[in-house]
């Protein structure tokens, strides 16, 4: 009697979709950190080049096109494109094995088995392969704190970030406030809005 044929994709695919979640909430992290440092920086230069144009409705609205753009890209880059990229098993398990030595090679050995008919391995090795790698992951305290400080160190600077940058626009220069909240206003009209 055989044993039943284990494929590494259906049996590890939960511990291996959890990993790819943490993966997946460290770029959010790290992106939003990006993300709302560069726009924190963008309202600050903005509301410096306001000031030095004086408002002017001109100034109001390259520095809104300019806003909008670098928020988009970097939105993009930073956010969009890591959440939407496909992570596929191998390379998942690759970078598993690179952050988790103790894995020892297990859980990229039982990912990267593929069902091909007849390839010279017993059943009973690939499934003690994936068993491996299973109680491996399982196990290890490792495998769960992965990238929980890299999250939490981009989530604090973000938080900092907007704390810093809330107190420099309320208690700051005037032009702080009153540029971010023209620059933040794209609904109204630039000529419109007298300082």
């Given at each position: 009697?055989?044993?039943?044929?284990?494929?590494?994709?259906?049996?590890?695919a939960?511990?291996?979709?959890?990993?790819?979640?943490?993966?997946?909430?460290?770029?959010?992290?790290?992106?939003?950190?990006?993300?709302?440092?560069?726009?924190?920086?963008?309202?600050?230069?903005?509301?410096f080049?306001?000031?030095?144009?004086?408002?002017?409705?001109?100034?109001?609205?390259?520095?809104?096109?300019?806003?909008?753009?670098v928020?988009?890209?970097?939105?993009?880059r930073?956010?969009?494109?890591?959440?939407?990229?496909?992570?596929?098993?191998?390379?998942?398990?690759?970078?598993?094995?690179?952050?988790?030595?103790?894995?020892?090679?297990?859980?990229?050995?039982?990912?990267?088995?593929?069902?091909?008919?007849?390839?010279?391995?017993?059943?009973?090795?690939?499934?003690?392969?994936?068993?491996?790698?299973?109680?491996?992951?399982?196990?290890?305290?490792?495998?769960?704190?992965?990238?929980?400080?890299?999250?939490?160190?981009?989530?604090?600077?973000?938080?900092?970030?907007?704390?810093?940058?809330?107190?420099?626009f309320?208690?700051?220069?005037?032009?702080?406030?009153?540029?971010?909240?023209?620059?933040?206003?794209?609904?109204?009209?630039?000529?419109?809005?007298?300082?």
């Open positions: 009697m055989t044993a039943p044929r284990l494929h590494a994709a259906t049996s590890l939960p511990l291996l979709q959890r990993a790819r979640t943490r993966w997946r909430a460290r770029h959010l992290a790290v992106g939003a950190a990006i993300t709302i440092s560069a726009v924190v920086l963008v309202l600050a230069a903005g509301s080049a306001l000031e030095a144009a004086r408002f002017s409705p001109a100034s109001i609205t390259s520095a809104r096109v300019i806003l909008a753009l928020t988009a890209i970097v939105v993009g930073w956010i969009a494109w890591p959440l939407m990229r496909r992570l596929p098993d191998e390379r998942l398990a690759l970078y598993l094995e690179e952050r988790v030595p103790q894995l020892g090679g297990a859980v990229l050995t039982a990912v990267t088995l593929r069902p091909q008919g007849d390839t010279g391995h017993s059943a009973m090795l690939e499934h003690g392969l994936v068993a491996d790698a299973m109680r491996r992951l399982g196990s290890s305290p490792a495998v769960p704190l992965l990238e929980r400080p890299t999250t939490i160190r981009a989530l604090s600077v973000a938080g900092a970030v907007i704390a810093i940058a809330a107190v420099a309320q208690f700051g220069p005037t032009f702080l406030r009153t540029g971010a909240q023209r620059l933040l206003s794209p609904w109204q009209d630039a000529a419109a809005s007298p300082v």
